[in-house]
């Protein structure tokens, strides 16, 4: 019921900037809520940033100023522009889906459904 592609990976170097796109088929749910993380080699997945249902934007400490989320709900496409970029923004980036019940949306754990993510290299 839920397929998510990520896409929009790539190596640029610090102080760049990258747009990240995460397709969403979700066809069962009418209320959900989706979060970009990432994770690099060796360190646990984080959540980097969470759009709720309603909106509202919660993100990690590390990228805040830096990241912003978005939606296209015309095309079901949720974004991530990444601008000043720093080599410890480089990892593997997911897009994922929490459902009803909703938790807590930047815990990987809360997380119901996942795409297969798309590596971002940033270079010094």
């Known amino acids: 019921p839920v397929q998510l592609t990520e896409s929009g990976g790539g190596s640029v170097q610090a102080g760049g900037s990258l747009r990240l796109s995460c397709a969403a088929y979700?066809?069962?749910?009418?209320?959900?809520?989706m979060t970009w993380f990432r994770q690099s080699p060796g360190k646990e997945r984080e959540g980097v940033a969470a759009l709720d249902a309603d909106g509202t934007t919660t993100y990690a400490d590390s990228v805040k100023g830096r990241f912003t989320i978005s939606k296209d709900n015309a095309k079901n496409i949720l974004y991530l522009q990444m601008d000043s970029l720093k080599p410890e923004d480089t990892a593997m980036y997911y897009c994922?889906?929490?459902?009803?019940?909703?938790?807590?949306?930047?815990?990987?754990?809360?997380?119901?459904?996942w795409g297969k993510g798309t590596l971002v290299t940033i270079s010094s």
């Open positions: 994922a889906v929490d459902v009803p019940p909703i938790g807590s949306l930047l815990t990987p754990q809360h997380m119901d459904y």
């Open positions: 979700i066809k069962t749910y009418s209320t959900y809520c």
